[in-house]
Antibody
Framework: QVQLVQSGSELKKPGASVKISCKAS????????MNWVRQAPGQGLEWMGW????????TYAQGFTGRFVFSLDTSVSTAYLQISNLMAEDTAVYYC????????WGQGTLVTVSS | DIQMTQSPSSLSASVADRVTITCRAS??????LAWYQQKPGKVPKLLIY???TLQSGVPSRFSGSGSGTDFTLTISSLQPEDVATYYC?????????FGQGTKVEIK
């Protein structure tokens, strides 16, 4: 069965970096786009962008350029989200999610940024 | 960017009531619209895509309609397990944008 398994919760200080992994199984990894979605505490869903799992080409939504990087390791069917220069407002749950109309979601990774 | 506006932001209805949630796009998106359900503390779940196509396994009391700029999600007979926040999402043009959500509660 299709699964997206994300890495565990992170507690980081402002200015640090974090890299979240999303390991896919149960399907051909390169057959579907991978999205990243953010949900701040008590807030709605925010689409951050997506990465073409065939070409590795990322597309970032406005507000997620510069400090946010999507990457892949297709040899292990894994997508990554790296966030640099973390700020308090980056505190959120980050989801990886398959396909444009998202049929499978990772379980979410809580990133807490606090001094 | 295309803005998606949902209404109402929240609603309270009785079990067996018919519930309708509206989603309006700031420009035409054809039928490139999906609806998701997120129960408290859970991961979102795809209910409907292409505005009106029910995702496999989703109960038939959920339905979607609309095209262009105006869309609706209808729950024909509200059940206690439908307590959740519902989001629309357009995928006509990047960035794919979500509505702000509609919280559904039982009266």
């Amino acid at each position: 069965q299709v699964q997206l398994v994300q890495s565990g919760s992170e507690l980081k200080k402002p200015g640090a970096s974090v890299k979240i992994s999303c390991k896919a199984s149960g399907y051909t990894f390169t057959s579907y786009a991978m999205n990243w979605v953010r949900q701040a505490p008590g807030q709605g869903l925010e689409w951050m962008g997506w990465i073409n799992t065939n070409t590795g080409n990322p597309t970032y939504a406005q507000g997620f350029t510069g400090r946010f990087v999507f990457s892949l390791d297709t040899s292990v069917s894994t997508a990554y989200l790296q966030i640099s220069n973390l700020m308090a407002e980056d505190t959120a749950v980050y989801y990886c999610a398959r396909r444009i109309t998202i049929d499978y979601w990772g379980q979410g990774t809580l990133v807490t940024v606090s001094s | 960017d295309i803005q998606m506006t949902q209404s109402p932001s929240s609603l309270s209805a009785s079990v067996a009531d018919r519930v309708t949630i509206t989603c309006r796009a700031s420009q035409g998106i054809s039928n490139y619209l999906a609806w998701y359900q997120q129960k408290p503390g859970k991961v979102p779940k795809l209910l409907i895509y292409a505005a009106s196509t029910l995702q496999s396994g989703v109960p038939s009391r959920f339905s979607g309609s609309g095209s262009g700029t105006d869309f609706t999600l209808t729950i024909s007979s509200l059940q206690p397990e439908d307590v959740a926040t519902y989001y629309c999402q357009q995928y006509n043009s990047a960035p794919w944008t979500f509505g702000q959500g509609t919280k559904v509660e039982i009266k």
